[in-house]
Structures are given as structure tokens and as C-alpha cells.
């Protein structure tokens, strides 16, 4: 090869790397005349638009809700301007504040639902979670119909390659851990959680916090912060509802939390002591990456935690802390208290989750689970998510649908589609946060 | 200067504008916009139904089957193959008769998959290898959704090839995009391997490609499921007090 072609391959694979990297960046920073960049948007829904759905597949429902951006560096710092302003919190802030207390007419109850992306996403609009959130959006908002839905949509620098298969897995772990042990993201949560609830968490307004991959870890990081806040004062929950889903993280990030749980026997009950979940951690059968990707790097880690070997069986039936450390809270069969399973009748305290005519699910309770808390771990049939990255298709979205309706968490009860899905007939009322004394 | 003067009120409206503009912090949320029209991200690649799956999505759908790791690695095992058979016998062996090899099959892929996105942009079929009506339950129609037996699924699998069991239709586009693909190489085959039959071949060849392609997207999650299902880990002991 001579110099010339030499030059010209390197000048062509540099092309390609720097073609193929993703910059980090504030994708929502509120570029005056940007209208790509504004921070908050206030979207209408329609369930015929052809842009996105056929004629016999809808893509949105028909609703309204309102989106929000919060963005975050690799370091887990918010994006500020030049005055140190972190403008995209104080916009959603402003947001919430807008729509709870209505220039025209009285202060109404809110449901926000807050979203932290996972691995191979960020905040801009070619990313999956974006439209894969929009669309959970639509649809959460369409039974929602006495309340106005505020989503916000949490963004970290969580994809480095396009068209990334698995090659950035152990690279943007660290960056998820940063931003999740970092404390703006807990002030964050809750100032955004406490704009909507009160800052007591009990003014009647409603919020699930979702996260998803390594945005499982960010959460679980926050939450656990949060709701042991709460539990020191036996005071509301901050949300209604954490949602894991394909926790891309060890189980050891919320096992502390979990042992707290148990130890102080915490319930989540409604007035009619059905128990509900407060955390939902859900991985998908199929999700290999947290199957075997993860629990292999982990292993193989350097920076792993020492195994500790334990007196005596744990709680969870654990005889060390190998398992903790390198295993998701989902994919551990210790944890799990819940199953999911084809069925027609659910069991006592069970949720039918109804897909079509002839299809349903059930949300059942273990009879034999060691872990009694309301944090549920479960393992996904790959009918609702069928791989790691693929969340948000259309019968996750009934069956997210379906607990919120349970814990009565959304509040359309005309909505005849749904309302058949329930087994149900009537909401027993909202759960609320109990230690034994 | 008096208001009546309109160069004034205009410098004065001006003003007040950038007052305003520099002043307003927060964006106006309450005006009602319509969402953007989906892109080429992953979901929507994924899940947008084949109406809405417009030519945007359809050249993104393209151009990832031109340059990606899999295409380059087919041509590669294909082209290694060819060397190891000796099949051209004109073709050199050794390091420039693979990259004579592997250059051949990766065009041969290159223009198969242009012309299949030609083809099913005109037809309007869905290019994808497993659209998502057949993985939700929203057609009652037959052979439109999922199948219930490994055998169905099978046949639908190999079916969604050349017919379009939504619509009642056929999708010529990947039977095209084979034919092209298998006889592009005529173009500079060496005089053993530049006969019509030569070329039927290898669109066969290119067509049992989409074959298993279809065959791996219908069964991939299972195999990943199973995968998933056999290794029940962290399970937990009996006490040990």
C-alpha cells in the first residue's frame, strides 16, 4: 500500500469513528429561535394522524400531556447557562407550578410521571426512549381523563456509539453510577416530586417515577434516598409508584433498602388491605444483557466488591454477598415475590392484566417468597418486553396501565376499555405508606 | 418623539419585543403543539405501524444493511468460502483473490438491498423482517399476528417473504431485490461463473438470505427467552440457624 492510500484509509476510519461517536450534550437547552430545543412542550395526541398510525393500528391515543426535559453531564451535574442557572429544572418547575394553579380557575391535582432513560439514550430525538416515553405519554394521559399529565423526562449521556450493539455497556456503567450517587439527581427527583405533590408528598396530585437499563440504576439510587426519608417519619411516599424496568444495575444498590423493608415489616396496603407496589422491579425473559452480559462483567470486574461470607443464611436464603454484587435484583429467584403468568382468574391479590379478547395475563404473588415487601421483583414474559432495550411496546403499556388502575393511581373511570381489563370493579382506594410499630 | 410617528411606535414596539423576549425565562407550555414526525430511532423503526413506516424510515432501514458489522462479516465468511472452494478458478487464491471474493458478495448484498428499498418503497410493502402486527394482537385477519404453533410461525416466517397477509398481497420487493443482487455480478464474473444459471443461483442464494432472516426475527426472543430461562440464578438456601 503506498503513502497516499495509506493516508486515505486513515483519513476514511477516522471519518467513520467520528461519524459513529455521539457528542454529550444538552439536547433540550432552550435555544432562543430553536424550537427542537425548548425544554417544555405541550402536545396533543391524535390517534388518527397517518404521520405515525394505519388504519388499523394506533400508534398514540388521543390525549394531551405535557413534556418536560432535565438533562445531566456525565458527572451527574445539571446543564446550567452561563449565569449557573439550572434553567431546564427551574422550566419544569415552572411547568408544574403552571398547570397545578391555572391562571384561569382553581388549583387542580396533577399526575406526573417522571422517566430516566437507559443505556444506548439520551435526550434527543433519535433515541428510542424519547419516542418510546412520548408514547406511554399519550397513552397513560388518555386515562387520565380528569387530571392534566405532566412527563418529564430525565437525560443523561447514556449512548457513546451509534448503532451501539453491546460494545458500550462497560463504558457508560460508571457514567449511570455518577449520575446516580450524585446528589443533584436526588434534589432534582424531589423538588420535581414535591412541585407536584407538596412538600409533603400528600396534596392528592399523583407521580410514577419510571428508569429503565442503567436509568434503573440512577433511580433505584434516588428512590431508595427518598422513600427512606419518608419511612424515618412514617410520612406519605414521595411517589406513587418506582418502576424498574430491565434493571441494568446489582442487586446490592437496593438490597439495603430491601433489608430495611422486611426488617421493619413495611406494608403498602389500601384501606381495603390489599397490598400494591411501591417499588416494581420487572426484567424481561428475554433481556440477556442483564442475564448474562452483566452478571459475567461484574464477575470478572476488578472493582467488585469483596465477597463477604455471611454467619448464617440471610433473610433472602443468601449464604454470601457474591450474588448481590453481581446479579440484578430481578434475575435473582431469591427476591422475586411476584410472577406473571397466562391465566383467566388471577390468584388472591393478583392483577389480571387483559391484552385482548382471548389473551390475559396475571400478576400473582409467590406463596412461598421470602421477600414479603413491597418492593415486587419479578421476572417479564417476553409478550410484554421481548429484549433489554425494547420497553414501551404496546402491552407493557396495558400492563403499566393495569397497576396504576389497581392502585388507583389513574383516574378515568369512564374509560370502558379499561375498565373491563380490571378484575376490580371498584378502586379500593390509594395505598399508603405503613411500618409496624 | 410622539407615538404618532409610525417609525417610532415601531422602534418602540421593537423594544418592548426584546424586553420581553430577554425577560421571558420559561417558554410558553400552554400552546398546544402536535408531536414531531417520528425519525429513525430505534422505537419507532420498531414499532411504527407499516402506513406511518414512510421512506424516511424506510432509507434509514436501508442504510443500515449497508454498512454494518453483520454485511461486512457475511461477505467475509462468504467470500472465505468461495477461496476455500476455489470457486471462480480465474480468481487468484490467496489474499487478493478473498478481497476479490469478499468485494463481490459485499456488492452483491449492497445492491440486492437498494433494490429491495426501491422496490418495496414502490409497492409500499413492509421491509422489515418482522413487522409489528405480527407481534401484536390488533388484526383479526388470518396470518396477520402473531401464530400460536412453532409450525404457524414457521410458515408465516417464511410466508411474509413474497405475501403481505395484512393487506392480501404480494410483496415482490425482496424477490427483486435477490433477482438483482444475483445478477449484478454478471457484470464482471469471470467467463466459468457468467452463465444465467450462475446467476439464478446465487439469487436463490440471496433470497434464502431474507429467508432466515425472517426465520431468526420470528424465533429470536425465544432463543434469547430460553436462554434467559434456563440459568434461574441466585436462588436462595435453607437457614442455617
Not at chain 1, 398510525?53 to 388521543?62: A, E, L, M, N, P
Not at chain 1, 448464617?312 to 427476591?335: C, H, K, R
Not at chain 1, 407493557?396 to 381489563?421: F, H, P, W
Request: proline share 6%; with cysteine; glycine share 8%.
Amino acid at each position: 500500500m503506498n503513502r497516499f492510500n495509506k493516508k486515505l484509509c486513515f483519513a476514511i476510519l477516522t471519518a467513520i469513528c467520528l461519524n459513529g461517536c455521539i457528542r454529550t450534550q444538552n439536547y433540550h437547552a432552550d435555544v432562543p429561535n430553536n424550537p427542537a430545543t425548548k425544554s417544555t412542550v405541550y402536545y396533543h395526541f391524535d390517534a388518527s394522524d397517518p404521520n405515525y398510525s394505519g388504519k388499523k393500528d394506533q400508534y398514540f391515543q388521543t390525549s394531551n400531556a405535557y413534556e418536560a426535559y432535565v438533562e445531566f453531564n456525565a458527572s451527574g451535574d445539571p446543564y446550567s447557562d452561563e449565569k449557573g442557572n439550572d434553567v431546564q429544572l427551574k422550566n419544569a418547575m415552572g411547568l408544574i407550578q403552571r398547570v397545578k394553579h391555572p391562571v384561569a380557575g382553581p388549583a387542580r391535582k396533577i399526575a406526573l410521571y417522571v422517566f430516566i432513560h437507559g443505556w444506548k439514550n439520551n435526550a434527543s430525538e433519535e433515541t428510542g426512549n424519547v419516542w418510546g416515553f412520548r408514547r406511554f405519554l399519550s397513552e397513560i394521559a388518555a386515562q387520565h381523563c380528569n387530571e392534566p399529565v405532566v412527563g418529564v423526562y430525565i437525560g443523561w449521556p447514556g449512548a457513546a456509539i451509534k448503532g451501539d450493539t453491546f460494545l458500550t455497556f462497560w463504558d457508560r456503567e460508571p457514567v449511570a453510577n455518577n449520575v446516580g450517587a450524585n446528589k443533584h439527581l436526588t434534589d432534582t427527583l424531589r423538588a420535581l416530586l414535591q412541585a407536584a405533590k407538596g412538600s409533603s408528598y400528600n396534596d392528592g396530585s399523583t407521580a410514577v417515577v419510571v428508569g429503565h437499563s442503567f436509568g434503573g440504576i440512577v433511580l433505584e439510587r434516588a428512590a431508595t434516598t427518598l422513600l427512606q426519608e419518608q419511612l424515618a417519619n412514617s410520612a406519605a411516599s414521595p411517589a406513587e409508584l418506582f418502576l424498574l424496568l430491565n434493571e441494568a444495575g446489582a442487586a446490592a444498590i437496593g438490597i439495603d433498602f430491601l433489608r430495611q423493608l422486611h426488617r421493619e415489616k413495611v406494608t403498602y396496603n389500601d384501606n381495603d388491605h390489599h397490598p400494591h407496589p411501591l417499588l416494581l422491579s420487572m426484567t424481561s425473559t428475554g433481556d440477556v444483557a442483564t442475564k448474562f452480559a452483566y452478571p459475567g462483567a461484574e464477575f470478572l470486574s476488578y472493582k467488585r466488591e469483596k465477597t463477604t461470607i455471611y454467619p448464617v443464611t440471610d433473610e433472602f436464603g443468601q449464604q454470601n454477598s457474591l450474588p448481590y454484587n453481581i446479579l440484578t435484583a430481578a434475575n435473582m429467584v431469591a427476591l422475586q415475590n411476584h410472577q406473571i403468568v397466562p391465566c383467566t382468574t388471577p390468584s388472591a391479590n393478583g392483577l389480571k392484566i387483559t391484552l385482548t379478547a382471548k389473551s390475559s395475563y396475571c400478576m400473582n404473588p409467590i406463596a412461598s417468597a421470602l421477600n414479603t415487601t413491597p418492593y415486587w421483583i419479578m421476572q417479564l414474559p417476553q409478550v410484554f418486553v421481548p429484549d433489554h432495550s425494547s420497553v414501551f411496546q404496546a402491552y407493557m403499556l396495558k400492563l403499566i396501565a393495569a397497576v396504576l388502575q389497581d392502585s388507583a393511581v389513574t383516574s378515568c373511570t369512564g374509560n370502558k376499555r379499561l375498565a373491563a381489563e380490571f378484575v376490580r370493579t371498584s378502586p379500593p382506594g390509594r395505598p399508603s405508606l405503613k411500618k409496624e410499630q | 418623539m410622539t407615538m404618532e410617528n409610525p417609525l417610532s411606535r415601531s422602534l418602540v414596539l421593537f423594544l418592548l419585543g426584546i424586553a420581553n423576549a430577554s425577560g421571558q425565562t420559561t417558554p410558553e407550555p400552554d400552546k398546544v403543539d402536535t408531536p414531531p414526525k417520528p425519525g429513525c430511532d430505534s422505537y419507532s423503526m420498531q414499532t411504527l405501524p407499516r402506513e406511518a413506516f414512510r421512506l424516511k424510515q424506510r432509507a434509514c432501514f436501508w442504510g443500515s444493511q449497508l454498512f454494518t458489522t453483520n454485511a461486512l462479516l457475511g461477505a467475509a465468511l462468504n467470500g472465505a468460502i468461495g477461496e476455500a472452494r476455489h470457486k471462480p478458478p480465474e480468481w487468484a487464491q490467496g489474499l487478493q483473490g478473498f478481497g476479490e471474493q469478499m468485494g463481490t458478495r459485499y456488492t452483491q448484498g449492497m445492491v440486492k438491498s437498494t433494490a429491495t428499498f426501491i422496490a418495496s418503497a414502490f409497492t409500499r410493502e413492509d421491509p422489515r423482517p418482522k413487522p409489528p402486527q405480527f407481534v401484536q394482537l390488533t388484526h383479526e385477519k388470518k396470518g396477520c399476528g402473531p401464530a400460536g404453533s412453532i409450525k404457524g410461525r414457521i410458515g408465516q416466517a417464511l410466508v411474509r417473504t413474497v405475501w403481505d397477509a395484512c393487506d392480501s398481497r404480494i410483496a415482490p420487493g425482496r424477490m427483486i431485490g435477490s433477482f438483482a443482487g444475483g445478477f449484478v455480478g454478471l457484470a464482471w464474473a469471470p467467463p466459468s461463473q457468467n452463465k444465467v444459471s450462475d446467476a439464478l443461483v446465487n439469487s436463490g442464494t440471496g433470497f434464502a438470505g431474507y429467508i432466515g432472516d425472517s426465520l431468526f426475527s420470528e424465533f429470536e426472543y425465544d432463543i434469547f427467552g430460553f436462554l434467559g430461562r434456563m440459568f434461574g440464578m441466585g436462588k436462595p438456601h435453607p437457614p442455617t440457624h
